[in-house]
Protein backbone atom coordinates (compact mmCIF):
# COMPACT_ATOMS: atom_id res chain seq x y z
CA UNK A 1 0.00 0.00 0.00
CA UNK A 2 1.52 3.43 -0.87
CA UNK A 3 2.01 5.89 1.90
CA UNK A 4 -0.88 8.12 -0.34
CA UNK A 5 -3.32 5.20 0.25
CA UNK A 6 -2.08 4.53 4.12
CA UNK A 7 -2.99 8.08 4.93
CA UNK A 8 -6.12 8.28 2.95
CA UNK A 9 -7.58 4.81 4.79
CA UNK A 10 -6.39 6.00 8.11
CA UNK A 11 -8.40 9.03 7.87
CA UNK A 12 -11.39 7.53 6.79
CA UNK A 13 -10.69 5.28 9.98
CA UNK A 14 -10.72 8.62 12.04
CA UNK A 15 -13.34 9.81 10.31
CA UNK A 16 -15.89 6.70 11.21
CA UNK A 17 -14.73 6.59 14.91
CA UNK A 18 -15.44 9.89 15.32
CA UNK A 19 -19.14 10.50 16.64
CA UNK A 20 -19.80 13.69 16.06
CA UNK A 21 -19.38 13.33 12.49
CA UNK A 22 -21.43 10.61 12.77
CA UNK A 23 -24.43 12.13 14.59
CA UNK A 24 -24.17 15.00 12.46
CA UNK A 25 -24.34 13.23 9.05
CA UNK A 26 -26.60 10.84 10.46
CA UNK A 27 -28.79 14.33 11.02
CA UNK A 28 -28.34 15.93 7.70
CA UNK A 29 -29.66 12.49 5.80
CA UNK A 30 -32.77 12.44 8.34
CA UNK A 31 -33.63 15.62 7.11
CA UNK A 32 -32.67 15.36 3.66
CA UNK A 33 -35.53 12.11 3.98
CA UNK A 34 -37.73 14.67 5.85
CA UNK A 35 -37.17 17.05 2.96
CA UNK A 36 -37.86 14.58 0.42
CA UNK A 37 -41.02 13.29 1.72
CA UNK A 38 -42.63 16.55 2.69
CA UNK A 39 -41.95 17.62 -0.89
CA UNK A 40 -42.87 14.76 -2.51
CA UNK A 41 -46.72 14.58 -0.84
CA UNK A 42 -47.04 18.06 -1.14
CA UNK A 43 -46.41 17.48 -5.17
CA UNK A 44 -48.72 14.83 -5.10
CA UNK A 45 -51.46 16.76 -3.39
CA UNK A 46 -51.05 19.48 -5.78
CA UNK A 47 -51.15 17.16 -9.04
CA UNK A 48 -53.85 15.81 -7.70
CA UNK A 49 -55.99 18.95 -7.44
CA UNK A 50 -54.91 19.99 -10.45
CA UNK A 51 -55.92 16.81 -12.36
CA UNK A 52 -59.58 17.24 -10.26
CA UNK A 53 -59.63 21.13 -11.35
CA UNK A 54 -59.14 20.94 -14.66
CA UNK A 55 -61.74 18.37 -15.05
CA UNK A 56 -64.30 20.52 -13.18
CA UNK A 57 -63.19 23.11 -15.04
CA UNK A 58 -63.98 21.57 -18.05
CA UNK A 59 -67.01 19.78 -17.40
CA UNK A 60 -68.78 23.60 -16.09
CA UNK A 61 -67.11 25.43 -19.53
CA UNK A 62 -68.73 22.82 -21.42
CA UNK A 63 -72.04 22.55 -19.68
CA UNK A 64 -72.62 26.17 -19.99
CA UNK A 65 -75.33 25.74 -22.88
CA UNK A 66 -76.22 28.76 -25.41
CA UNK A 67 -74.58 31.59 -24.49
CA UNK A 68 -73.55 34.98 -25.70
CA UNK A 69 -69.57 34.17 -26.68
CA UNK A 70 -68.68 37.42 -25.38
CA UNK A 71 -70.79 36.25 -22.10
CA UNK A 72 -68.36 33.33 -21.91
CA UNK A 73 -65.61 34.98 -22.63
CA UNK A 74 -65.83 37.05 -19.05
CA UNK A 75 -66.91 33.64 -17.30
CA UNK A 76 -63.70 32.31 -19.26
CA UNK A 77 -61.44 29.65 -18.19
CA UNK A 78 -58.70 28.59 -15.96
CA UNK A 79 -54.88 28.00 -16.95
CA UNK A 80 -52.68 25.47 -14.27
CA UNK A 81 -49.32 25.05 -13.86
CA UNK A 82 -48.10 21.67 -13.24
CA UNK A 83 -45.30 20.60 -10.91
CA UNK A 84 -42.29 19.16 -12.46
CA UNK A 85 -41.15 16.12 -10.71
CA UNK A 86 -37.41 17.43 -10.12
CA UNK A 87 -39.24 19.97 -7.67
CA UNK A 88 -39.22 17.25 -5.12
CA UNK A 89 -35.26 18.04 -5.17
CA UNK A 90 -35.88 21.81 -5.35
CA UNK A 91 -39.09 24.10 -4.93
CA UNK A 92 -37.07 26.85 -5.70
CA UNK A 93 -40.21 29.85 -5.97
CA UNK A 94 -43.28 27.66 -6.30
CA UNK A 95 -44.40 28.65 -2.85
CA UNK A 96 -44.17 31.96 -3.71
CA UNK A 97 -45.43 32.10 -7.24
CA UNK A 98 -48.90 31.30 -8.46
CA UNK A 99 -49.71 28.25 -10.23
CA UNK A 100 -53.25 29.47 -11.71
CA UNK A 101 -54.10 32.21 -14.43
CA UNK A 102 -57.54 32.93 -14.62
CA UNK A 103 -57.69 33.89 -19.05
CA UNK A 104 -60.98 35.98 -19.17
CA UNK A 105 -61.54 38.99 -21.45
CA UNK A 106 -59.90 42.39 -21.81
CA UNK A 107 -57.71 41.27 -18.72
CA UNK A 108 -54.51 39.68 -17.79
CA UNK A 109 -54.85 38.65 -14.23
CA UNK A 110 -51.86 37.58 -12.73
CA UNK A 111 -50.99 34.12 -11.25
CA UNK A 112 -52.71 33.25 -8.22
CA UNK A 113 -53.06 30.28 -5.81
CA UNK A 114 -49.70 30.26 -4.15
CA UNK A 115 -49.19 27.49 -1.67
CA UNK A 116 -47.31 30.04 1.09
CA UNK A 117 -50.62 31.51 1.21
CA UNK A 118 -52.30 28.35 2.42
CA UNK A 119 -49.70 28.21 5.34
CA UNK A 120 -51.17 28.19 8.82
CA UNK A 121 -48.19 29.07 10.66
CA UNK A 122 -44.83 31.97 10.05
CA UNK A 123 -42.74 29.04 8.53
CA UNK A 124 -40.37 29.20 5.74
CA UNK A 125 -40.94 25.66 4.76
CA UNK A 126 -40.83 26.53 1.20
CA UNK A 127 -37.10 26.72 2.30
CA UNK A 128 -37.25 23.33 3.57
CA UNK A 129 -36.21 21.20 0.67
CA UNK A 130 -32.99 18.79 -0.26
CA UNK A 131 -32.27 21.37 -1.93
CA UNK A 132 -31.87 23.61 1.18
CA UNK A 133 -30.07 20.36 3.08
CA UNK A 134 -27.49 20.06 0.60
CA UNK A 135 -26.82 23.87 -0.19
CA UNK A 136 -27.06 25.08 4.06
CA UNK A 137 -26.27 22.17 6.16
CA UNK A 138 -23.89 19.84 3.63
CA UNK A 139 -21.09 22.59 3.49
CA UNK A 140 -21.56 22.76 7.11
CA UNK A 141 -21.24 18.65 7.38
CA UNK A 142 -17.98 18.95 5.28
CA UNK A 143 -16.56 21.99 7.40
CA UNK A 144 -16.38 19.88 10.39
CA UNK A 145 -14.83 16.54 8.61
CA UNK A 146 -12.34 18.60 7.15
CA UNK A 147 -11.37 20.96 9.57
CA UNK A 148 -9.02 18.60 11.38
CA UNK A 149 -7.50 17.28 8.56
CA UNK A 150 -4.13 18.68 8.42
CA UNK A 151 -4.52 20.81 11.63
CA UNK A 152 -5.05 17.77 13.74
CA UNK A 153 -2.09 16.14 12.19
CA UNK A 154 -0.14 19.28 13.05
CA UNK A 155 -1.52 19.20 16.82
CA UNK A 156 -0.26 15.56 17.22
CA UNK A 157 3.24 15.68 15.78
CA UNK A 158 2.14 13.35 12.97
CA UNK A 159 2.46 15.63 10.47
CA UNK A 160 6.50 16.30 10.40
CA UNK A 161 6.33 12.76 10.43
CA UNK A 162 4.63 11.84 7.47
CA UNK A 163 6.61 14.77 5.74
CA UNK A 164 9.73 13.27 7.26
CA UNK A 165 8.84 9.85 6.09
CA UNK A 166 8.31 11.04 1.81
CA UNK A 167 5.33 11.37 0.87
CA UNK A 168 5.73 14.72 -0.05
CA UNK A 169 3.44 17.81 0.50
CA UNK A 170 1.72 17.88 -2.50
CA UNK A 171 0.88 13.45 -2.06
CA UNK A 172 -0.32 14.48 1.62
CA UNK A 173 -2.61 17.37 0.17
CA UNK A 174 -3.92 15.22 -2.10
CA UNK A 175 -4.61 12.55 0.24
CA UNK A 176 -6.61 14.68 2.40
CA UNK A 177 -8.85 16.32 -0.16
CA UNK A 178 -9.07 12.40 -1.36
CA UNK A 179 -10.07 11.43 2.50
CA UNK A 180 -12.71 14.46 2.75
CA UNK A 181 -13.89 14.26 -1.16
CA UNK A 182 -14.38 10.53 -0.56
CA UNK A 183 -16.93 11.16 2.72
CA UNK A 184 -18.67 14.58 1.15
CA UNK A 185 -19.29 11.78 -2.16
CA UNK A 186 -20.71 8.99 -0.27
CA UNK A 187 -22.85 11.36 1.76
CA UNK A 188 -24.26 13.49 -1.23
CA UNK A 189 -24.33 10.77 -3.15
CA UNK A 190 -26.79 8.29 -0.76
CA UNK A 191 -28.30 11.89 -0.19
CA UNK A 192 -28.78 12.58 -3.99
CA UNK A 193 -29.41 8.82 -4.30
CA UNK A 194 -32.40 9.17 -2.04
CA UNK A 195 -33.96 12.65 -4.03
CA UNK A 196 -34.18 10.62 -6.86
CA UNK A 197 -35.84 8.10 -5.98
CA UNK A 198 -38.82 10.32 -4.83
CA UNK A 199 -38.53 12.16 -7.76
CA UNK A 200 -39.20 9.13 -10.33
CA UNK A 201 -42.02 7.95 -7.89
CA UNK A 202 -43.36 11.79 -8.19
CA UNK A 203 -43.78 11.65 -11.64
CA UNK A 204 -41.65 10.93 -15.09
CA UNK A 205 -37.58 12.90 -14.74
CA UNK A 206 -35.33 14.10 -17.34
CA UNK A 207 -32.16 12.38 -16.60
CA UNK A 208 -30.05 14.91 -19.15
CA UNK A 209 -31.91 17.54 -16.59
CA UNK A 210 -31.24 15.43 -13.41
CA UNK A 211 -27.09 14.26 -14.69
CA UNK A 212 -26.76 18.52 -14.74
CA UNK A 213 -28.25 19.13 -11.87
CA UNK A 214 -26.33 16.64 -9.92
CA UNK A 215 -22.86 17.50 -11.56
CA UNK A 216 -23.42 21.43 -10.20
CA UNK A 217 -24.07 19.83 -7.06
CA UNK A 218 -20.76 17.87 -6.86
CA UNK A 219 -18.92 20.89 -8.14
CA UNK A 220 -20.10 23.31 -5.40
CA UNK A 221 -19.14 20.29 -2.50
CA UNK A 222 -15.96 20.01 -4.32
CA UNK A 223 -15.34 23.26 -4.10
CA UNK A 224 -16.13 23.29 -0.60
CA UNK A 225 -14.01 20.38 0.18
CA UNK A 226 -11.00 22.43 -1.13
CA UNK A 227 -11.95 25.39 0.58
CA UNK A 228 -12.15 23.37 4.25
CA UNK A 229 -9.04 21.63 3.58
CA UNK A 230 -6.90 24.67 2.72
CA UNK A 231 -8.25 26.58 5.75
CA UNK A 232 -7.01 23.26 7.90
CA UNK A 233 -3.61 23.44 5.82
CA UNK A 234 -3.09 27.26 7.42
CA UNK A 235 -4.89 26.94 11.15
CA UNK A 236 -2.58 25.77 13.73
CA UNK A 237 -5.06 23.96 15.60
CA UNK A 238 -8.19 22.11 14.66
CA UNK A 239 -10.21 24.46 16.94
CA UNK A 240 -9.19 27.18 15.05
CA UNK A 241 -9.75 25.76 11.56
CA UNK A 242 -13.40 25.04 12.83
CA UNK A 243 -14.01 28.58 13.95
CA UNK A 244 -12.52 30.36 10.74
CA UNK A 245 -14.94 27.62 8.67
CA UNK A 246 -17.57 28.43 10.48
CA UNK A 247 -17.12 32.45 9.93
CA UNK A 248 -17.31 31.31 6.26
CA UNK A 249 -19.97 29.27 6.41
CA UNK A 250 -22.06 32.25 7.54
CA UNK A 251 -20.47 34.97 5.76
CA UNK A 252 -20.72 32.60 2.30
CA UNK A 253 -23.45 30.64 2.88
CA UNK A 254 -26.08 32.12 5.08
CA UNK A 255 -25.10 36.12 4.71
CA UNK A 256 -24.49 36.48 1.15
CA UNK A 257 -27.25 35.30 -0.52
CA UNK A 258 -29.39 37.06 1.76
CA UNK A 259 -27.04 40.45 1.45
CA UNK A 260 -27.72 39.99 -2.57
CA UNK A 261 -31.11 39.86 -2.00
CA UNK A 262 -31.49 42.80 -0.56
CA UNK A 263 -28.93 44.41 -2.63
CA UNK A 264 -30.66 43.20 -5.80
CA UNK A 265 -34.41 44.73 -4.98
CA UNK A 266 -32.40 47.85 -4.00
CA UNK A 267 -30.74 48.10 -7.37
CA UNK A 268 -33.90 47.12 -9.32
CA UNK A 269 -36.63 47.42 -7.42
CA UNK A 270 -39.67 45.78 -8.84
CA UNK A 271 -43.04 47.86 -7.98
CA UNK A 272 -46.08 46.68 -5.79
CA UNK A 273 -48.58 44.66 -7.26
CA UNK A 274 -50.91 48.19 -6.48
CA UNK A 275 -48.11 50.05 -8.07
CA UNK A 276 -48.28 48.06 -11.01
CA UNK A 277 -51.82 47.50 -11.70
CA UNK A 278 -52.63 51.44 -11.06
CA UNK A 279 -50.12 51.85 -13.76
CA UNK A 280 -51.87 49.12 -16.05
CA UNK A 281 -55.41 50.38 -15.82
CA UNK A 282 -54.32 53.76 -16.45
CA UNK A 283 -52.40 53.35 -19.76
CA UNK A 284 -55.46 51.25 -20.59
CA UNK A 285 -57.58 54.09 -19.63
CA UNK A 286 -55.35 56.61 -22.24
CA UNK A 287 -56.21 54.76 -25.58
CA UNK A 288 -59.13 55.80 -27.18
CA UNK A 289 -61.69 52.98 -26.44
CA UNK A 290 -63.53 51.71 -29.48
CA UNK A 291 -66.63 51.69 -27.52
CA UNK A 292 -66.09 55.40 -26.17
CA UNK A 293 -63.75 58.08 -27.64
CA UNK A 294 -62.30 56.17 -30.44
CA UNK A 295 -66.36 54.97 -31.81
CA UNK A 296 -66.42 57.03 -34.74
CA UNK A 297 -63.14 56.67 -35.96
CA UNK A 298 -63.42 52.76 -35.58
CA UNK A 299 -66.55 52.75 -37.07
CA UNK A 300 -66.02 54.45 -40.03
CA UNK A 301 -62.40 52.20 -40.34
CA UNK A 302 -64.41 48.94 -40.14
CA UNK A 303 -67.37 50.62 -42.96
CA UNK A 304 -64.58 51.01 -45.25
CA UNK A 305 -63.25 47.31 -44.92
CA UNK A 306 -66.94 45.76 -44.77
CA UNK A 307 -68.85 48.36 -47.11
CA UNK A 308 -71.88 49.95 -45.69
CA UNK A 309 -72.66 53.31 -44.58
CA UNK A 310 -74.39 52.45 -41.56
CA UNK A 311 -73.43 49.89 -38.67
CA UNK A 312 -76.36 48.72 -38.94
CA UNK A 313 -75.53 47.74 -42.82
CA UNK A 314 -72.59 45.21 -41.72
CA UNK A 315 -72.31 42.29 -42.50
CA UNK A 316 -70.80 40.97 -39.15
CA UNK A 317 -71.40 41.77 -35.32
CA UNK A 318 -70.11 45.56 -35.53
CA UNK A 319 -70.01 44.51 -31.24
CA UNK A 320 -67.77 41.51 -32.14
CA UNK A 321 -65.56 43.94 -33.66
CA UNK A 322 -65.50 46.30 -31.25
CA UNK A 323 -64.39 43.41 -28.46
CA UNK A 324 -61.71 42.35 -30.35
CA UNK A 325 -60.34 45.86 -31.39
CA UNK A 326 -60.38 46.51 -27.44
CA UNK A 327 -58.46 43.49 -26.52
CA UNK A 328 -56.12 44.27 -29.21
CA UNK A 329 -55.09 47.67 -27.85
CA UNK A 330 -55.53 46.18 -24.29
CA UNK A 331 -52.63 43.64 -25.10
CA UNK A 332 -50.32 46.20 -26.58
CA UNK A 333 -50.56 47.90 -22.83
CA UNK A 334 -49.70 44.40 -21.02
CA UNK A 335 -46.84 43.84 -23.31
CA UNK A 336 -45.72 46.91 -22.63
CA UNK A 337 -45.83 46.84 -18.96
CA UNK A 338 -45.30 43.44 -17.93
CA UNK A 339 -41.99 43.50 -20.82
CA UNK A 340 -41.01 46.16 -18.16
CA UNK A 341 -41.73 44.30 -15.18
CA UNK A 342 -39.53 41.07 -16.76
CA UNK A 343 -36.71 42.96 -17.44
CA UNK A 344 -36.43 43.98 -13.90
CA UNK A 345 -36.63 40.65 -12.73
CA UNK A 346 -34.02 40.10 -15.42
CA UNK A 347 -32.02 42.93 -13.72
CA UNK A 348 -32.31 41.51 -10.07
CA UNK A 349 -30.95 38.35 -11.58
CA UNK A 350 -27.88 40.07 -12.71
CA UNK A 351 -27.36 41.22 -9.27
CA UNK A 352 -27.52 37.92 -7.78
CA UNK A 353 -25.30 36.19 -10.25
CA UNK A 354 -22.48 39.30 -9.42
CA UNK A 355 -22.97 37.86 -5.74
CA UNK A 356 -21.48 34.39 -6.94
CA UNK A 357 -17.70 36.15 -7.12
CA UNK A 358 -18.13 36.39 -3.71
CA UNK A 359 -19.85 33.09 -3.13
CA UNK A 360 -20.50 30.18 -5.19
CA UNK A 361 -24.27 29.32 -3.92
CA UNK A 362 -26.39 32.18 -5.26
CA UNK A 363 -24.90 30.47 -8.80
CA UNK A 364 -25.98 26.67 -7.56
CA UNK A 365 -28.85 28.24 -6.46
CA UNK A 366 -29.68 29.58 -10.04
CA UNK A 367 -28.86 26.39 -11.69
CA UNK A 368 -30.75 23.88 -9.02
CA UNK A 369 -33.67 26.20 -9.66
CA UNK A 370 -33.49 26.19 -13.43
CA UNK A 371 -33.07 22.55 -13.61
CA UNK A 372 -36.23 22.07 -11.58
CA UNK A 373 -38.78 23.99 -12.79
CA UNK A 374 -38.70 26.44 -10.45
CA UNK A 375 -36.93 29.36 -11.08
CA UNK A 376 -38.63 32.68 -12.21
CA UNK A 377 -37.85 32.42 -15.98
CA UNK A 378 -40.25 29.04 -15.49
CA UNK A 379 -42.83 30.87 -13.95
CA UNK A 380 -42.62 33.98 -16.56
CA UNK A 381 -42.48 31.19 -19.15
CA UNK A 382 -45.83 29.93 -17.67
CA UNK A 383 -47.40 33.64 -17.40
CA UNK A 384 -46.57 34.07 -20.93
CA UNK A 385 -47.69 30.75 -22.20
CA UNK A 386 -51.45 31.47 -20.43
CA UNK A 387 -51.11 34.79 -21.41
CA UNK A 388 -51.28 33.72 -24.95
CA UNK A 389 -54.02 30.72 -24.75
CA UNK A 390 -56.59 33.36 -23.13
CA UNK A 391 -56.00 36.06 -25.84
CA UNK A 392 -56.43 32.82 -27.99
CA UNK A 393 -59.65 31.51 -26.71
CA UNK A 394 -60.66 35.36 -26.84
CA UNK A 395 -60.11 35.86 -30.03
CA UNK A 396 -61.99 32.50 -30.97
CA UNK A 397 -65.16 33.17 -29.12
CA UNK A 398 -65.07 36.97 -30.41
CA UNK A 399 -65.08 35.49 -34.02
CA UNK A 400 -67.71 33.63 -33.68
CA UNK A 401 -69.52 36.58 -32.82
CA UNK A 402 -68.50 38.59 -35.54
CA UNK A 403 -69.21 35.91 -37.90
CA UNK A 404 -72.46 35.04 -36.33
CA UNK A 405 -73.89 38.16 -34.45
CA UNK A 406 -74.65 40.58 -37.33
CA UNK A 407 -77.45 42.52 -36.15
CA UNK A 408 -78.05 40.70 -32.78
CA UNK A 409 -74.05 41.81 -31.50
CA UNK A 410 -74.71 41.05 -27.45
CA UNK A 411 -78.14 39.34 -27.93
CA UNK A 412 -76.90 36.56 -30.09
CA UNK A 413 -76.43 33.13 -28.42
CA UNK A 414 -73.55 30.58 -29.78
CA UNK A 415 -73.97 26.87 -30.42
CA UNK A 416 -72.61 24.83 -26.98
CA UNK A 417 -70.63 23.02 -29.74
CA UNK A 418 -68.34 26.26 -29.44
CA UNK A 419 -67.35 25.24 -26.31
CA UNK A 420 -66.68 22.02 -26.95
CA UNK A 421 -63.96 23.60 -30.04
CA UNK A 422 -62.09 25.41 -26.97
CA UNK A 423 -58.84 23.66 -25.78
CA UNK A 424 -57.59 23.53 -22.70
CA UNK A 425 -54.28 25.24 -21.48
CA UNK A 426 -51.43 22.88 -21.78
CA UNK A 427 -47.90 24.60 -20.29
CA UNK A 428 -44.95 23.47 -22.22
CA UNK A 429 -42.17 24.16 -20.14
CA UNK A 430 -38.42 25.81 -21.75
CA UNK A 431 -36.56 22.85 -23.58
CA UNK A 432 -33.43 21.59 -21.57
CA UNK A 433 -31.13 23.83 -23.97
CA UNK A 434 -33.01 27.24 -23.78
CA UNK A 435 -32.75 26.14 -19.64
CA UNK A 436 -28.73 25.95 -20.44
CA UNK A 437 -28.46 28.46 -22.24
CA UNK A 438 -29.59 30.94 -19.63
CA UNK A 439 -27.35 29.20 -17.27
CA UNK A 440 -23.90 29.94 -19.16
CA UNK A 441 -22.82 32.38 -16.74
CA UNK A 442 -23.74 30.53 -13.42
CA UNK A 443 -21.99 27.33 -14.96
CA UNK A 444 -18.57 29.70 -16.11
CA UNK A 445 -18.37 31.39 -12.54
CA UNK A 446 -18.77 27.61 -10.98
CA UNK A 447 -16.32 26.55 -12.89
CA UNK A 448 -13.98 29.47 -12.05
CA UNK A 449 -14.64 28.64 -8.58
CA UNK A 450 -13.65 25.50 -8.71
CA UNK A 451 -10.62 25.75 -10.88
CA UNK A 452 -9.28 28.02 -8.42
CA UNK A 453 -9.98 26.13 -5.35
CA UNK A 454 -8.20 23.33 -6.22
CA UNK A 455 -5.22 25.81 -7.37
CA UNK A 456 -4.86 27.30 -4.38
CA UNK A 457 -5.24 24.46 -1.84
CA UNK A 458 -2.38 22.52 -3.90
CA UNK A 459 -0.26 25.93 -3.85
CA UNK A 460 -0.86 25.96 0.13
CA UNK A 461 0.94 22.43 -0.03
CA UNK A 462 3.91 24.62 -0.18
CA UNK A 463 3.33 25.83 3.24
CA UNK A 464 4.04 22.40 4.39
CA UNK A 465 7.60 21.36 3.25
CA UNK A 466 9.07 23.79 5.96
CA UNK A 467 6.97 21.75 8.23
CA UNK A 468 8.60 18.58 7.55
CA UNK A 469 12.21 19.68 8.26
Not at 369 to 376: I, V, Y
Request: charged share 15%; net charge neutral; glycine share 6%.
Amino acid sequence: MSITAAILTKDLRELRRDRRVVVMALLVLALAVTALLTAYARINAHEADRAATIAADRATWEGQGARNPHSAAHFSKWAFKPLTAQAVLDPGIAAFSGSAVWMEAHNRNPAVARPVDDQTVILPSGDFSLAWVLQMLMPLLVAVIAASCVARERERGTLRLMLASGVGAANLVRAKLASVGAVTLALGGVISLVGVIAAAGAGPIDPARLAVWLIAYGAFLAIVAAIAVMVSLHARSSGQALMMLAGLWLFAIVLTPRAAASLADYAAPAPTGEQFWADVAAAKAAYPSPFAEGMDTFAAKMMAQYGGSRIEDLPVSFGGLQLEEDERLGNQVYDEKFRALFAVYDAQRAVLRWASLVSPLPALQNISMALSGTDMPHQIAFQEQAESRRRAVVTQLNTDLIRNGAGADFDYLADPQLWSEVEDFAFVPPSLGETLAGLWREALILLVWLAGAMVLVLRSAQRLNGAGQ
